[in-house]
């Protein structure tokens, strides 16, 4: 079966310094990978998204990055974290759907970030 | 891409049925509409999904109408750990992948 793990589970980081949160995909092969943000009391904010190695797509330009080192792995990051980055991080994965279909997105637990 | 608009909360109350209505006007032709339910410091979980008129599952049911421009979301006899928020999406099917963006979602509270 298929699992996916973000970490860290939670971040407490002060303004400025870097950000490092990582995601892994098990049990299956080259999924789209997606990341969500959501600050409190709001909805989801798709950060990136990515249909294959390399292959990194922007959905809202700001101080935060994202890479594709392998197949199942999603890194998101940023050099010098601002006071609005805080929320709550989602890694998703979802298969890459045929003509008949939509595809289903499969959400880790989540890190929740803190910037000081 | 389709814009999603949802209520941004609603009440009911256990045992009721809840129907949660979405709007997307611009729906495209290859998109598919898909609802998610989220409880608080978790990732949000599939309940249904559909292209048109009718579709069903165990946990509810999904309507949409012909000029598919709106869907509603059924929940049948509802109780307190319903209480979530819940998120209309509209993607891409047809073999396009890419970006799936999430409307607002509409927070149901599920009273005793």
């Known amino acids: 079966s298929q699992t996916i793990h973000q970490w860290p589970a939670t971040l407490v980081q002060p303004v400025g310094s870097p950000l490092s949160l990582e995601c892994t995909v098990e049990g299956t092969s080259n999924p789209n990978l997606y990341w969500y943000r959501q600050a409190a009391g709001r909805g989801l904010q798709l950060l990136f998204y990515?249909?294959?190695?390399?292959?990194i797509s922007s959905e809202v330009p700001q101080n935060l990055s994202a890479s594709r080192p392998q197949d199942r792995q999603f890194i998101l990051s940023s050099k010098k974290l601002l006071l609005s980055d805080s929320g709550f991080y989602l890694c998703?994965?979802?298969?890459?759907?045929?003509?008949?279909?939509?595809?289903?997105?499969?959400f880790g637990e989540g890190s929740r970030l803190t910037v000081l | 891409l389709a814009k999603t608009t949802q209520p941004i909360s609603m009440d009911s109350y256990e045992g009721q049925e809840v129907n949660i209505t979405c709007s997307h006007n611009n729906i495209a032709t290859n998109d598919y509409i898909t609802w998610y339910q989220q409880f608080p410091s978790q990732g949000p979980r599939f309940i249904i999904q559909g292209y048109k008129t009718k579709v069903t599952n165990e946990v509810a049911s999904l309507f949409i109408p012909a000029d598919r421009k709106s869907s509603t979301l059924s929940l049948p006899r509802v109780s307190l750990s319903d209480t979530a928020v819940y998120y209309c999406l509209v993607g891409p099917g047809g073999g396009s992948q890419g970006n799936l963006i999430f409307g607002k979602g509409t927070k149901l509270s599920v009273k005793p």
């Open positions: 998703a994965w979802s298969v890459q759907w045929g003509f008949e279909e939509a595809g289903e997105l499969f």
């Open positions: 990515s249909v294959g190695i390399g292959q």
